[in-house]
């Protein structure tokens, strides 16, 4: 049997994110902290956001999809690297693999061009708002919708076969948290030439043109913004268009440090920590920034807790 076939009965081995010492279980603790905050914070956003009447808008309705993404794509990564440093082992089937880094190109990828796309309905809304009901109708919401997720599943499609259908006739320690595809080419040992440039691109479709859309679009409100008379306006406009530029440059920043940067540029613990920005600490800063500073989501909040609170005052006086 060749060694292109023993690769696909062969298990893995990741190093994962801690290293057994004494800090490693206090990192473990906020990660674990880190992760059920994130599905706690997107998970309340959608069901704010299905509930109230009031957030029922595009917007509203693109950020209930960034939460659903963000919360599946950490819980494919982060539930396996906390119950491998719990069992004190990292190994991982060539399935299981293959797997991981499918999902995870989808969702990430899905993430990629729909936040490019909430940046162009941000800068619709505040620079041609008169514009706005043509522009972003609810027609062009679910074209925006079904071209996000058509662009992560075309790049996991792409690059989920290009890269797991390479030889790995070296070592099969990842040195990484998850199936990363830059850290998984390393272990190849075949002509990598192909799968460079159908990385390179992906990487021009999924990252830099989403990100050209995202920083044009804030550029345009920004100027927009420094017009406008009201002090008290622009301050608010000005405070908003920063935390989300914030959170988008820790978002595609990290991403384009990982998938375009040469590999010179690259050592483990760089790419370990590049990643963990975009992966696990972005699901959570998601819906504290687009969201949850928000006065609607808020009101919302408390709409959606005095009805629950009074259905449970009724419940209880019926019994």
């Known amino acids: 049997m060749d060694g292109g076939n023993e690769t696909f009965s062969s298990d893995f081995t990741l190093t994962g994110l801690f290293t057994h010492n004494k800090a490693s279980g206090f990192l473990f603790s906020i990660l674990c902290v880190i992760f059920f905050m994130a599905l706690m914070a997107n998970g309340v956003m959608i069901v704010l956001i299905c509930r109230d009447s009031h957030l029922h808008t595009l917007m509203y309705f693109l950020l209930s999809q960034l939460s659903l993404i963000d919360m599946l794509y950490i819980s494919t990564i982060v539930p396996k690297m906390l119950v491998d440093y719990l069992l004190g082992k990292g190994t991982i089937s060539f399935m299981a693999c293959t797997a991981q880094h499918f999902l995870y190109m989808g969702f990430v990828g899905a993430e990629f061009f729909l936040l490019g796309l909430m940046a162009y309905d941000h800068y619709v809304a505040i620079c041609s708002p008169l514009a706005y009901p043509v522009l972003m109708s609810r027609w062009v919401c679910w074209v925006i919708l079904a071209s996000s997720w058509f662009g992560g599943t075309l790049d996991s499609f792409i690059l989920t076969p290009v890269t797991m259908s390479l030889p790995f006739c070296t070592s099969h320690k990842i040195n990484h948290f998850f199936c990363e595809a ?62 989300h530029m914030m959170v988008v440059t820790l978002f595609y920043g990290a991403a384009l440090y990982t998938y375009t940067l040469p590999p010179s540029y690259h050592t483990p613990i760089k790419d370990k920590v590049f990643s963990a920005f975009y992966t696990i600490l972005t699901p959570l800063l998601n819906p504290l920034i687009y969201s949850l500073r928000n006065r609607d989501v808020t009101g919302a909040f408390k709409r959606v807790l005095a009805s629950c609170r009074g259905a449970c005052g009724v419940t209880r006086e019926e019994f």
């Open 182 to 243: 830059p850290t998984i080419l390393r272990l190849a040992c075949g002509d990598k030439a192909t799968y460079e440039m159908v990385m390179y691109i992906c990487c021009v479709m999924m990252l830099l043109i989403p990100f050209s859309v995202v920083t044009a679009s804030y550029i345009w409100i920004l100027i927009t913004v420094h017009q406008m008379k009201s002090v008290e306006a622009k301050k608010k406009a000005f405070a908003t268009c920063s935390s």
